[in-house]
């Protein structure tokens, strides 16, 4: 035969089976005692002595089989594709295993690192190709599921005993309100977070923000990177489709970026909040955790607070003002936007821009695609806009008996929050009617892709305007900036607008027929929460349970986008071979 002579040689690049059977086993053991500790600690229950000692010992097994898999894996397994970052993390944990196990500290939150980190790498090669896979194909399902678990574990946890200052755990309605709430970074509360939950609620509720604010999968393929591994088609599809960055860059050096220039801008913004309130609140402790807090829930515009009113005490303080504005600005601007203006040639060249400057040369321009041009020049007419019509429109209510200064930082305050982040310096429930009307639609345009914010975009509603002025014009192409809009973008704005308005319309009804409430109160809660804004004239707490449900669904489609949705249930794209005629329709 032709091939008689060839021999296939196996060059494995993954553990052998007893090895993987090993790890797997581990990993029962490690989940039973995680059962084990949530029942126990969460929701105080008693068990047996025999039980506890069954499951100390089997936890000590685990950890020295833990302890036993790292050893060996690089004796058994030397051509495993593993970074030196890797082999690092897990002689590491080895070694910080060893006391562990034999004093019995800090045991179980060790081995679920080292589990999680492995599951993470186990993720990506082809275990359980039948469920995964079916995912994988679909990178919008990848990111609906992503937020489903993550508001399941939340409500979970926030209906541990721990939880709230009460000892008695959020009812499971409160508890998955608002872990939607902080998931999907909107800010509307059944309950005050200041008071109703505790230290441990306060925690739950930030990391929901975090996660959900950047998106769980961001920070799973942060840990694919650092652990030195190559990602994927399918990973690189998913995260092109979380940040929403289409042009064809680095994806895994876009994720890096995300993820420092997340931590930087939050760590500025606590450090600036930490100085102004070490005094303000007096002790060092409460003022450190408090800017903690509000600079994560800035960042990722969810506008959950400590403070019973907001900020409405701070609504004259410059520094937390401008504090809390630039992180609501940077984090809903989009991570594509934000990278091209402040980025490592852009902080290089800026020392040689200036020298060129004061030297009356002219210094090298920055360049920016169309995408961000739009988004700045959108975001800019909105924030003014908003603050001049803010300012005029509440002069003698909202606005009465302040300092002239102190109403235009109000009024600059609301223009910014109004689009997504949810925060608020003046009492909302006296706001006039054309106010409301006009809030609820910054609430409905909200931020810009690919940041942390809601509702259906800055550059959805520039596009759609440009393509209203181009026929107008009687222009065929789209043309701004002397780059022409392809004609598919409009067609998805127009499906994104045309979805909203319908999703919004539908549940609005719902309200209206099931609330006894004033009519814009209801519009202005329904585009909010749909905007992922969290602004509230007060009535979420007095919803009854189907209109709680259903700001839920709207928190949950607004995050995750009406069109993202739809295509996550629909199926695989299909291009007909088949041209048909052209038929003329009249409309108008």
Request: with cysteine; glycine share 8%.
């Given at each position: 035969m032709?091939?008689?002579?060839f021999?296939i040689?196996?060059t494995?690049?993954t553990?052998?089976?007893?090895l ?5 086993s581990?990993t ?17 229950l008693t ?8 499951l100390?010992l089997?936890l000590?097994?685990a950890g020295l089989?833990?302890?036993a ?11 495993l594709?593993?970074?030196r ?8 944990i080895?070694?910080i295993?060893?006391p562990a196990?034999v004093f019995?500290r800090?045991l179980?939150?060790?081995?679920v ?12 090669s ?8 079916n995912?994988r194909q679909r ?5 609906v599921?992503s937020?489903?678990?993550?508001i ?7 209906t541990f005993?721990?939880a709230?200052?009460d ?13 939607t709430?902080?998931?999907c ?5 059944v309950r005050d977070?200041g008071t109703?939950?505790?230290?441990f609620?306060q925690l739950v509720?930030?990391t929901?923000?975090?996660?959900g ?5 961001t920070f799973y393929?942060s ?19 979380i ?11 876009m994720v890096r970026?995300?993820?420092?220039f997340t931590l ?10 930490f100085?102004r309130?070490l005094?303000v ?8 955790y408090f800017?903690?807090f509000?600079?994560?829930s800035?960042?990722?515009n969810?506008g959950?607070?400590l403070?019973?009113d907001s900020?409405i005490?701070?609504q004259s ?9 630039t992180?609501?600005?940077?984090g809903?601007l989009?991570?594509?936007?934000v990278n ?9 060249r800026f020392?040689r821009?200036f020298?060129?400057?004061s030297?009356n040369?002219s210094p090298?321009?920055?360049?920016l695609?169309l995408?961000s ?5 959108t975001?800019a007419?909105?924030?003014t806009g908003?603050?001049i019509?803010?300012f ?5 209510n ?12 109000a ?7 109004a689009r997504t982040a949810?925060f608020?310096?003046?009492g909302l429930s006296?706001?006039?009617g054309?106010t409301?009307f006009?809030?609820?639609i910054l609430?409905f345009i909200?931020a810009?892709p ?13 596009v ?5 002025r181009?026929?107008i014009r ?7 900036f002397?780059r022409?809009?392809?004609k598919?973008?409009?067609?998805r704005?127009m499906a994104i ?6 999703i919004i319309?539908l549940t ?5 027929f099931?609330?006894n409430q004033?009519?814009e109160s209801?519009?202005?809660e ?8 969290g602004?509230?004239?007060?009535i979420t707490?007095?919803l009854?349970?189907?209109g709680?449900?259903l700001i839920i ?7 995750t986008?009406p ?6 249930m629909s199926a695989a794209n299909?291009?007909?071979?088949i041209t048909y005629?052209t038929?003329r329709?009249?409309?108008g």
């Amino acid at each position: 035969m032709l091939f008689k002579r060839f021999r296939i040689i196996k060059t494995a690049r993954t553990p052998p089976g007893w090895l993987t059977s090993l790890f797997w086993s581990i990993t029962a053991l490690v989940g039973i005692n995680v059962i084990f500790i949530v029942l126990t600690n969460g929701y105080h229950l008693t068990f047996p002595p025999w039980a506890k000692l069954i499951l100390r010992l089997s936890l000590i097994t685990a950890g020295l089989g833990t302890i036993a898999e790292i050893f060996t894996k690089r004796l058994v397994t030397p051509a495993l594709p593993l970074s030196r970052f890797r082999q690092i993390f897990d002689l590491a944990i080895a070694i910080i295993l060893i006391p562990a196990v034999v004093f019995q500290r800090m045991l179980i939150l060790i081995l679920v690192l080292y589990q999680v980190i492995n599951l993470t790498g186990l993720s990506r090669s082809r275990f359980l190709p039948a469920v995964l896979g079916n995912i994988r194909q679909r990178p919008v399902r990848m990111l609906v599921i992503s937020f489903l678990t993550l508001i399941a574990a939340g409500t979970l946890l926030l209906t541990f005993p721990a939880a709230t200052t009460d000892g008695r755990g959020a009812d499971i309605l409160t508890a998955l309100f608002t872990a939607t709430s902080a998931t999907c970074v909107t800010g509307l509360i059944v309950r005050d977070t200041g008071t109703y939950f505790s230290h441990f609620g306060q925690l739950v509720i930030l990391t929901l923000i975090q996660l959900g604010g950047l998106g769980i999968m961001t920070f799973y393929t942060s840990i694919v990177v650092l652990l030195g591994q190559r990602m994927g088609l399918q990973e690189r599809r998913t995260m092109q489709e979380i940040i929403e960055e289409t042009r064809d860059i680095d994806i895994a050096r876009m994720v890096r970026y995300v993820l420092l220039f997340t931590l930087t801008a939050e760590g500025i913004g606590m450090v600036i909040l930490f100085l102004r309130w070490l005094f303000v609140l007096g002790s060092p402790g409460q003022a450190l955790y408090f800017a903690a807090f509000h600079s994560i829930s800035a960042f990722c515009n969810a506008g959950f607070s400590l403070f019973p009113d907001s900020f409405i005490r701070f609504q004259s303080d410059l520094c937390i003002n401008l504090c809390i504005i630039t992180l609501i600005v940077l984090g809903g601007l989009g991570f594509p936007v934000v990278n091209e203006i402040i980025n490592r040639q852009n902080l290089l060249r800026f020392p040689r821009n200036f020298r060129q400057l004061s030297t009356n040369n002219s210094p090298r321009q920055l360049r920016l695609t169309l995408h961000s041009r739009i988004v700045l020049i959108t975001t800019a007419f909105l924030i003014t806009g908003g603050t001049i019509l803010f300012f005029f429109l509440e002069y003698d209510n909202t606005l009465h008996n302040l300092p002239l200064s102190t109403k235009l930082l109000a009024s600059l305050f609301q223009s910014v929050t109004a689009r997504t982040a949810g925060f608020n310096t003046v009492g909302l429930s006296n706001l006039h009617g054309v106010t409301i009307f006009l809030w609820a639609i910054l609430m409905f345009i909200g931020a810009s892709p690919g940041g942390t914010g809601g509702g259906v975009k800055t550059s959805t509603i520039a596009v759609l305007f440009l393509a209203i002025r181009s026929r107008i014009r009687g222009e065929e192409e789209i043309v701004y900036f002397r780059r022409t809009i392809p004609k598919d973008v409009v067609y998805r704005a127009m499906a994104i607008i045309a979805l909203s308005l319908g999703i919004i319309a539908l549940t609005y009804a719902g309200l209206l027929f099931l609330e006894n409430q004033r009519f814009e109160s209801l519009l202005f809660e329904a585009i909010s929460a749909f905007g992922t804004v969290g602004l509230s004239i007060g009535i979420t707490p007095e919803l009854n349970i189907i209109g709680k449900l259903l700001i839920i669904i709207l928190m949950f489609i607004g995050r995750t986008g009406p069109l993202t949705l739809t295509l996550a249930m629909s199926a695989a794209n299909k291009h007909s071979m088949i041209t048909y005629p052209t038929a003329r329709i009249i409309v108008g």
